[in-house]
């Protein structure tokens, strides 16, 4: 039995019913054990103090961020290479999930940085790097939205996502070479994990398996409905023709 | 496919339009800066290797939505789509004509405004310099913009959105090319950068803005 | 060169619209498209000149074989009757274009812009573009809107030179342009029917 044969609708809907629950049920039990550990059972920081709790939300939130366009951008080729209609709605599926993890990312950051800091904003370079993120992930939106046909919006959105792509890592690139990191002190690098002490660092990864676990849960809810709207306007449109 | 080239060029001329109405916002936009800014020639200098590109960035921007859309309302994009040219050339020379008649008089402008600006001597140069090389990109990926919102009725705002992401690292890099140019520093990374951008753009986004006309045009 | 149909189906918009088409055209022949608005003459039309890919089916044709006359005329309102059509046989590689401003009775207008001229004069200018290109299928999508009894009369006599030298054409219109020769398709045993479905594959064509 090959992969693809989850990518024909009907038989996505039928595996996506039976799986729901379960990933539902997993992400709960991740989040709640995740976030109240981190919350509630570990030290203050030496330093930072309790504001370091944030980093519980903040890093999976940005990890999420960008694996969302990750994501994204594989489902874009998936619908490109092989028209597989599923792939193209779990990509538009996926986008706004992403962005609202993006602006998670943006606003825990800002909260996190003003006590930290002292500012609320500062240019650094992955602070930058995730406003431009939000950009590309509006126009991708915005795109989907602009273009009745769904094939053609779907043909569209991908194209824009596979150029976005090499100009998000473009931007990347530049945004490191325009200002070379004032603040990468070790406060920004918490989440590679020779930075984190042990104790905060089961919690996190908890936290992140729940982050991916939402996301799943909000993509497959989100492409179910696609699909649903997808046949309401075949319906009706072949109720017009007839 | 000179004969395209040409005929674009002469719209482009007859009709007006596009043509001058980009330099001239450029203009304003360079007067309209120190006003809001201060006159203070100090201040000026700093900020202006950041407004001559912003400047030139917006206006592009301004005639970019008629690209593809005049040829597609009057029907001659399917009918250049059905012609013995490949669409990937199309789109290419349909950008080439793009730049003759906005990035190259910009360029050609831009010293006579940086002179509002306060832009240090060691600058000019490198003004010219960093806008014939990163016009080109401008110009290409504001053609694969417009050939994505070419079927939209409101594509112009939509335009907008889609083309100002992907102007980031076009803009970051010319721009620190004028800015290291005018401290007398060395410039060759964001320059070698910013070549490698247009050059890129040049040879892909062609064949990206085709394959989206084409889906457009079904 | 001609004109084969192998159980060709297109579709507007993700419905498919005809089905079940199966022809062939010979040289000097041509085919008229009937049936009402929205039975899909402008989508076949579109598909031959390779806009759209077929929703099933296949037909056959030589290379640049093709020459495309939709419901808008490709004008430049601001060129002259003349640059108009130096354009399109420059990027065709066609053949001068005197003959076709004779043809189409536009010698007197080729100083004019394209914009000056009346909606049956640009449609005339539209139709002229055919003979620059040179290919010997023309797909024309009603070739006689605004066109006066005259210019329909010469439009005829356009087609059927080129039907005379060995070309072809596919027309889809509701007027009689007077070719006796001309074979007629009537589009209305074609339409796609319906067929209930159920799940969520039907969605996905």
């Known amino acids: 039995m090959s992969i693809w044969e989850y990518a024909n609708p009907k038989k996505f809907m039928q595996t996506s019913a039976w799986a729901l629950p379960w990933v539902v049920g997993l992400t709960l039990v991740c989040l709640v054990v995740g976030l109240s550990w981190g919350f509630f059972f570990t030290p203050d920081d030496y330093k930072q103090g ?12 940005a990890m999420m961020a960008i694996n969302a366009w990750g994501m994204m951008l594989v489902t874009s080729m998936i619908w490109i290479i092989r028209r597989h209609h599923v792939s193209a709605l779990a990509a538009k599926a996926a986008a706004p999930v992403g962005l609202t993890f993006t602006l998670i990312a943006l606003v825990t950051g800002a909260l996190w940085g003003q006590p930290m800091w002292g500012t609320w904003w500062a240019w650094d370079p992955r602070l930058t790097s995730f406003l431009i993120l939000t950009l590309f992930y509006f126009g991708y939106m915005a795109l989907w939205a602009a273009i009745e046909d769904p094939d053609t ?12 792509s090499v100009f998000a890592g473009l931007s990347r690139y530049a945004v490191l070479f325009w200002n070379q990191g004032l603040h990468q002190g070790a406060s920004l690098s918490l989440d590679e994990k020779e930075n984190v002490s042990d104790v905060f660092w089961l919690p996190l990864v908890i936290c992140i398996a729940g ?7 909000m993509v497959l809810l989100r492409t179910r409905t696609e699909i649903r709207s997808r046949r309401l306007k075949a319906l009706l449109a072949r109720e017009r023709v007839a | 496919m000179k004969a395209l080239l040409l005929r674009d060029l002469r719209l482009a001329i007859r009709t007006g339009g596009g043509f001058g109405l980009g330099l001239a ?13 201060g006159p203070e020639g100090g201040i000026l200098a700093r900020i202006a290797p950041g407004i001559l590109w912003i400047g030139a960035l917006l206006a592009c921007l301004l005639s970019l939505d008629r690209i593809f859309a005049l040829d597609h309302e009057d029907g001659s994009l399917d009918l250049l789509a059905t012609a013995p040219i490949p669409l990937e050339a199309v789109v290419a020379l349909k950008a080439l004509a793009h730049w003759l008649v906005t990035g190259l008089p910009l360029t050609l402008v831009a010293p006579v405004l940086a002179v509002f600006l306060n832009l240090p001597p060691a600058g000019y140069p490198w003004l010219m310099i960093s806008l014939i090389l990163g016009t080109p990109a401008l110009s290409v990926i504001g053609a694969f913009g417009a050939a994505l919102t070419v079927g939209l009725r409101r594509g ?10 992907l102007y980031v690292p076009t803009l970051i890099f010319g721009a620190e090319v004028i800015r290291r140019g005018a401290e007398t520093m060395s410039l060759a990374t964001p320059l070698a950068l910013l070549a490698a951008i247009s050059l890129g753009a040049v040879a892909l986004l062609p064949f990206a803005a085709a394959a989206a006309i084409r889906v457009n045009l079904r | 060169m001609q004109l084969t149909l192998s ?25 008229i498209l009937r049936g009402p608005n929205g039975s899909g003459k402008t989508t076949l039309l579109r598909t031959l000149a390779g806009l759209q890919p077929p929703a099933s089916g296949s037909f056959d044709l030589p290379p640049d074989a093709v020459a495309y006359a939709a419901h808008a005329d490709g004008l430049k309102s601001t060129l002259t009757v003349v640059e108009n059509l130096t354009f399109w046989a420059s990027i065709y590689g066609g053949p001068p274009i005197d003959h076709a401003l004779h043809a189409l009775d536009l010698v007197a207008l080729s100083r004019r812009r394209a914009g000056e001229l009346s909606a049956g004069q640009k449609r005339r200018l539209g139709l002229a573009r055919l003979l620059v290109t040179g290919r010997p299928l023309w797909l024309l999508d009603e070739p006689t809107v605004s066109l006066d009894v005259a210019s329909v009369a010469l439009f005829a006599r356009v087609v059927r030179q080129h039907l ?9 219109t509701h007027v009689d342009l007077g070719l006796p020769e001309a074979q007629v398709l009537d589009l209305e045993p074609h339409r796609a029917r319906l067929i209930a479905q159920d799940g969520f594959d039907e969605a996905f064509a």
Request: net charge positive; glycine share 10%; hydrophobic share 65%.
């Open chain 1, 50 to 61: 309790s504001t370091v709790k944030i980093i519980y939300i903040h890093v999976p939130a």
């Open chain 3, 164 to 172: 005379a030298a060995g070309g072809l054409a596919v027309i889809a």
């Open chain 1, 211 to 217: 982050f991916v676990l939402l996301f799943l849960t």
């Open chain 3, 7 to 31: 159980n060709l189906a297109v579709a507007r918009g993700g419905v498919t619209v005809l089905q079940g088409l199966s022809f062939t055209l010979a040289p000097g022949k041509a085919l």
């Open chain 2, 25 to 37: 916002f450029f203009f304003l936009l360079s007067v309209l800066v120190p006003l809001g800014v």
């Open chain 2, 156 to 165: 112009g705002l939509l335009l907008s959105l889609l083309v100002l992401p």
């Open chain 1, 153 to 164: 919006a779907a043909d569209l959105t991908s194209i824009l996502c596979l150029v976005g």
